[in-house]
């Protein structure tokens, strides 16, 4: 009988004594910390707002070249300008786009800017009424705005801390309006250098004209909806005419901007 229950009891304190460590291992899952397995985040689709300030400080217009009917005015002579610059190069920009994947998006904006317009150049013909064999030296200055309404797609990069680079293009039309326009010319050959100047005013031109636009940048994510973005903007607008008068026209050969930009995107959804 001592005997049964000796082995009864080490039966039971062996398993008792195996019972632990199982116990222990529920123990420590119990105390563990929970982890929580989520699918990945997937974008939201959307509409956004964007707003932009630019600048673009190196501007050029191509080869603006003047025409002139016969006989020509006096003082003035048909050339192509040899030097032409502008002044002012800020901008700015609205728009709403569409969120479509996390690589995808799309807008459609409204940009402004004006400038002004400084050419000069020298002809190899006489000034109207000059000397037969001198040359005519021409300068040109007008003031201008445009709007630009422009369709536009980008790929976005992936996003990394925040920091998202992409790349985009854009097609659309830019009406450019010239205000009044100054032609001055004088005869600046050394058979009558320092001579008169005789100065010229048209009324400018106004036309739709067709444009493109390729841009690169990056956006930071400012909050869940908000992202700032900064960026190049390079943009080719078509030739057209500055002024067009009864003895004289002047055409501008295009408008090409190099242009650093920075906004903000809103979205909306």
Same mark, same amino acid.
């Given at each position: 009988?001592?005997?049964?229950?000796?082995?009864?009891?080490?039966?039971?304190?062996?398993?008792? %004594?195996?019972?632990?460590?199982?116990?222990?291992?529920?123990?420590?899952?119990? #105390?563990?910390?929970?982890?929580?397995?989520?699918?990945?985040? +997937?974008?939201?689709?959307?509409?956004?707002?964007?707003? /932009?300030?630019?600048? !673009?400080? &190196?501007?050029?217009?191509? /080869?603006?070249? %003047?025409?002139?009917?016969?006989?020509?005015?006096?003082?003035?002579?048909?050339?192509?300008?040899?030097?032409?610059?502008?002044?002012?190069?800020?901008?700015?920009?609205?728009?709403?786009?569409?969120?479509? =994947?996390?690589?995808?998006?799309?807008?459609?904006? !409204?940009?402004?800017?004006?400038?002004?317009?400084?050419?000069?150049?020298? =002809?190899?013909?006489?000034?109207?009424?000059?000397?037969?064999?001198?040359?005519?030296?021409? =300068? +040109?200055?007008? #003031?201008?705005? !445009?709007?630009?309404?422009?369709?536009?797609?980008?790929?976005?990069?992936?996003?990394?801390?925040?920091?998202?680079?992409?790349?985009?293009?854009?097609?659309?039309?830019?009406?450019?309006?010239?205000?009044?326009? *100054?032609? +001055?010319?004088?005869?600046? =050959?050394?058979?009558?250098?320092?001579?008169?100047?005789?100065?010229? /005013?048209?009324?400018?031109? *106004?036309?739709?004209?067709?444009?493109?636009?390729?841009?690169?940048?990056?956006?930071? #994510?400012?909050?869940?909806?908000?992202? %700032?973005?900064?960026?190049?903007?390079? *943009?080719?607008?078509?030739?057209? /005419?500055?002024?067009?008068?009864? #003895?004289?026209?002047?055409?501008?050969?295009? %408008?090409?901007?190099?242009?650093?930009? !920075?906004?903000?995107?809103?979205?909306? &959804?």
């Amino acid at each position: 009988m001592n005997t049964r229950h000796t082995l009864l009891n080490a039966s039971a304190l062996a398993l008792l %004594l195996a019972g632990f460590p199982a116990m222990a291992a529920d123990d420590e899952l119990l #105390d563990a910390p929970e982890v929580t397995i989520s699918a990945a985040q +997937t974008p939201v689709e959307g509409f956004y707002l964007r707003a /932009d300030l630019g600048s !673009a400080p &190196w501007s050029h217009e191509g /080869d603006p070249s %003047l025409s002139i009917s016969a006989p020509a005015p006096a003082g003035l002579a048909a050339t192509r300008f040899d030097d032409a610059r502008f002044g002012k190069p800020l901008s700015g920009a609205l728009g709403v786009g569409y969120q479509f =994947s996390d690589m995808l998006r799309a807008d459609f904006t !409204a940009d402004y800017f004006q400038n002004d317009f400084d050419g000069s150049g020298e =002809s190899t013909f006489a000034c109207g009424g000059a000397v037969a064999g001198s040359t005519c030296g021409l =300068s +040109t200055k007008a #003031d201008y705005s !445009a709007v630009g309404l422009m369709a536009n797609a980008y790929v976005d990069l992936g996003t990394l801390a925040g920091f998202t680079p992409y790349i985009g293009a854009g097609a659309g039309s830019t009406r450019v309006s010239f205000d009044d326009v *100054s032609v +001055t010319g004088a005869c600046v =050959s050394g058979v009558c250098s320092g001579g008169p100047s005789t100065t010229y /005013d048209y009324q400018g031109e *106004s036309s739709w004209r067709f444009t493109y636009a390729i841009m690169a940048g990056v956006s930071y #994510d400012v909050s869940e909806r908000l992202k %700032l973005d900064i960026g190049y903007r390079y *943009s080719d607008v078509a030739g057209g /005419d500055v002024f067009k008068g009864a #003895d004289a026209r002047l055409t501008d050969d295009g %408008l090409r901007r190099h242009e650093f930009r !920075a906004g903000l995107r809103l979205a909306i &959804w």
